[in-house]
């Protein structure tokens, strides 16, 4: 996959007098979420400005007037040798303006950060392009002294993996921007978890249809809330229309949950349980459904007590929290890990 990715001004300036002219937070967080363990390129210029190799990241300079070399540290003389460099890597484009201009013919993927404000004298820009050839996506609006909207433009007619229903965009977006993204974030460990218990003999794409039913009737995923669901509130939610009315898994979600608890409390969080098994890598295959992993995972949740997580189930969710990556060979967001 090709992407770049940029913060942009509300009058399309990126830079004044060599500096991005805002320092926002969440902006650098989510640069680093998505550029870790990536390639990133930049020009001469933006290199020169960070004045050190972005750290877990491949760096790659584009410059025909100096070298600079070291530890993931190359330099290059053009876009399309950074892309050779690396052909089965996912790449970054991280600007500046020469190299956002080449990029926009070819990235799949862009990130543009909408930041709400005007810079008077900015003297480097994003350029103008055909909005009509992306699919855009409008994620969260954020920010305390200067606010952003984050977004998300996919070409149109990209490749996808088989699975992916074209026709629904929840699930597009699904694939595209969720699946196979690491996200160890704990209330989200725990939502997927539910969630994929409730897809046992159905398919994913109508248990995601039914997310936002299942946050409203679960209480957004608060576990201190699920853990005390009695018979009562299992009645309610076994006659709840909107989600998945099935009693043996409603009420696994529930005693599921307190065993998520106490796996929390026991290691320190669900994250840290996880890693005893994965030792924090990525997995990279396509074309299963259950692996020693997975099988080690389901092994030991039923020896806790959990049901509904046999080792599809578990698979599932690795796939989802990214702990392993499966994208098809032909998908854009494929890679094989090499
Ligand atoms: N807001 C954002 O998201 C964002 C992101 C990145 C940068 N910025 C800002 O943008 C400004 C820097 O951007 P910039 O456009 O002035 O400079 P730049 O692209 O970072 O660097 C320009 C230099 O990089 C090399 N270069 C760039 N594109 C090339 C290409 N396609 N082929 C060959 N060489 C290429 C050349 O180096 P040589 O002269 O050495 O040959 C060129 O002089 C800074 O103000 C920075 O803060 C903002």
């Not at 052909?87 to 190299?99: C, H, V």
């Not at 990235?107 to 820009?125: K, L, R, S």
């Not at 992306?134 to 996808?160: C, D, H, P, Q, W």
């Not at 806790?304 to 702990?323: D, E, K, N, P, W």
Request: net charge negative.
């Amino acid at each position: 996959m090709t992407a770049l990715i940029v913060a942009r001004s509300k009058n399309n300036v990126i830079g004044k007098n060599g500096r991005i002219p805002w320092r926002i937070k969440g902006e650098l967080k989510q640069f680093r979420e998505l550029t870790t363990g990536r390639v990133v390129v930049m020009g001469r210029r933006s290199y020169e400005e960070i004045g050190h190799p972005l750290p877990n990241r491949i760096n790659v300079v584009v410059s025909n007037t100096k070298k600079y070399s070291g530890d993931d540290l190359y330099t290059v003389g053009s876009l399309r040798e950074a892309l050779e460099l690396f052909p089965a890597e996912d790449i970054f484009i991280g600007g500046g303006s020469r190299l956002f201009e080449e990029a926009l013919s070819i990235v799949d993927v862009m990130y543009i950060t909408e930041v709400d404000t005007v810079v008077d004298d900015g003297d480097v820009f994003f350029p103008e392009f055909d909005a009509d050839a992306f699919n855009m996506t409008v994620g969260e609006t954020a920010g305390e002294e200067i606010r952003y909207t984050r977004t998300v433009y996919t070409r149109k007619n990209l490749s996808r993996c088989a699975w992916c229903n074209l026709s629904n965009p929840l699930y597009v977006d699904y694939h595209d921007n969720e699946w196979c993204v690491p996200n160890f974030d704990e209330r989200y460990l725990y939502e997927m978890l539910i969630l994929e218990s409730f897809q046992a003999g159905l398919s994913w794409e109508c248990v995601l249809n039914k997310r936002e039913a299942f946050r409203r009737a679960y209480d957004d995923f608060d576990i201190d809330k699920v853990v005390t669901y009695g018979e009562s509130k299992t009645e309610q939610l076994m006659s709840d229309k909107s989600i998945i009315r099935n009693r043996r898994k409603i009420e696994a979600s529930i005693k599921n949950s307190r065993i998520f608890k106490d796996i929390a409390q026991e290691f320190g969080s669900f994250g840290t349980y996880l890693q005893t098994f994965t030792k924090g890598e990525t997995v990279y295959e396509t074309g299963r459904t259950t692996s020693s992993l997975s099988d080690a995972i389901s092994i030991d949740l039923r020896r806790r007590g959990m049901s509904f997580v046999g080792s599809t189930i578990i698979y599932s969710y690795l796939q989802a929290i990214g702990v392993i990556y499966s994208h098809d060979e032909t998908c854009f967001k494929h890679r094989d890990g090499k």
